[in-house]
């Protein structure tokens, strides 16, 4: 049954999806305007790629407790919180850039206190979602906020430049401030359910009550092993692909157009052309085998991959094979999310999520740091080829796994 019509007639999913809508777009502004503006400073491409760190510290640092009060406290007003949070750090970029200061630790920080309120964002927005919308409509909500999310990422950036070419710089961090105050709004107006007033906590946390609820998700993730294996599998493969997207796709672009930087561009725009195809995919599918599709987008990832280690001679199979890996993407994080939201309980979907969230950004760091130190070495052809075959054997792992956990069901039922 196609379900669109009294999902988007639903108000707070609506409300919800204008806010990451706008708060995407001011997120693109801030992204574009804080690296052209250290690239212009710098000239250094050491201190463009050292931007991503304290992010994924702050990540490190602060997800579980996010977690925790995503489950405790009104996710409604946690979001709130974040975004206003994050009008003052855009704000603030802002007027230092707008005043031409170029001290790098002051933008790491502003980089760590983003990566502090996503943090508590994120495991937020992914409460409050299943608090508004019905545990059938799910899947769907969250393909259609992956869509709109992949479809800013491919037309914002011909308006940010735009923008940039007529205006000062600064002026994309106070469009980010504005993006989120509208961002704001919209949350606020989210009417307040059953479900999200229930998990209001009428005391303040102690370390001891933060460790224990911290306990108490692991311990249902331990004991609740498909949605281990959800999150295990979902994850393993940004071992490979970190690296691959970071080191692979630019090298890839060089070895076809010698140092054409439009090759990259048209590269990484097939991959999110790829990133869309899969998305308006998932928006109308319905599904309940969730390992079964993460297992298929990752077979995405690596025929894709496989792809590419031709795509120095033959230009369009390097563009076909980067639209072909595209389309895994969202076949992997939106079942992804759609199984912590049923399958983990109300009291725990926060803290579940915000571990989704750690494992991978421990696999994103072990393969930058892989990359750096081993994989990033390796001819383009051989690290596309490796991390192709990588995806290939966990993928057929993970289809084993899985076509195994019916059979033992059934087996235990019929018992």
């Known amino acids: 049954m196609d379900s669109s019509p009294s999902l988007w007639k639903n108000s707070s999913f609506l409300k919800l999806w204008l806010a990451q809508m706008t708060a995407s777009i001011g997120d693109h502004c801030y992204s574009f305007a804080l690296l052209w503006y250290l690239l212009q400073a710098t000239k250094s491409g050491t201190v463009l790629s050292l931007l991503a760190i304290p992010e994924m510290v702050a990540g490190l640092m602060f997800y579980l407790v996010g977690g925790v009060m995503a489950d405790r406290y009104s996710p409604r007003m946690l979001m709130v919180g974040a ?7 855009a704000i603030t970029v802002g007027i230092l ?5 170029e001290e790098f630790a002051f933008f790491l920080a502003a980089q760590f206190l983003l990566g502090l309120f996503s943090s508590l964002f994120q495991p937020a927005r992914t409460v409050a979602l299943k608090s508004v919308v019905p545990q059938e409509q799910l899947g769907r909500a969250n393909a259609i906020l992956d869509t709109t999310f992949r479809t800013i990422r491919i037309i914002a950036p011909m308006s940010i430049g735009l923008v940039a070419s007529i205006m000062p710089l600064s002026t994309l961090f106070f469009v980010n401030a504005g993006s989120y105050l509208i961002s704001v709004l919209f949350l606020y107006a989210i009417r307040i359910s059953l479900t999200d007033q229930q998990q209001v906590s009428p005391t303040k946390m102690t370390p001891r ?6 306990a108490a998700g692991l311990q249902e993730l331990k004991q609740n092993r498909a949605l281990f294996l959800i999150l295990l599998f979902s994850n393993m493969g940004f071992l490979v ?8 796709f630019p090298f890839m672009a060089e070895r076809m157009q010698q140092g054409n930087g439009s090759t990259l561009a048209v590269l990484l725009g097939f991959y999110g052309i790829g990133n869309l195809l899969g998305s308006l995919y998932m928006a109308r599918s319905f599904y309940t085998r969730y390992l079964f599709v993460i297992m298929i987008g990752w077979v995405f990832q690596a025929v894709g991959f496989l792809l590419l280690t031709a795509g120095g001679t033959a230009h ?3 563009f076909l094979g980067a639209a072909v890996a595209g389309i895994g993407g969202p076949l992997i994080g ?30 994103c760091t072990l393969s930058s740091s892989l990359g750096a130190i081993w994989m990033g070495k390796w001819p383009v052809e051989q690290l596309f080829l490796v991390s192709g075959l990588f995806l290939a054997v ?3 792992a993970g289809f084993l796994i899985e076509k195994r956990k019916p059979t033992e069901q059934h087996q235990s039922s019929s018992a």
């Open 209 to 214: 009550q933060y460790a224990r609820d911290i």
């Open 97 to 101: 850039v707008y005043m031409g200061v």
């Open 83 to 89: 975004d206003v949070a994050r009008i003052l750090v």
């Open 316 to 318: 369009w199979i390097a």
């Open 334 to 363: 939106i079942p992804t999310v759609t199984a912590i939201q049923i399958k983990a309980s109300s009291n725990s979907t926060g803290k579940i999520f915000a571990i989704n969230m750690l494992l991978f950004t421990f696999f």
């Open 394 to 396: 966990m993928s057929f």
């Open 241 to 248: 692909w970190q690296v691959t997207y970071t080191v692979g």
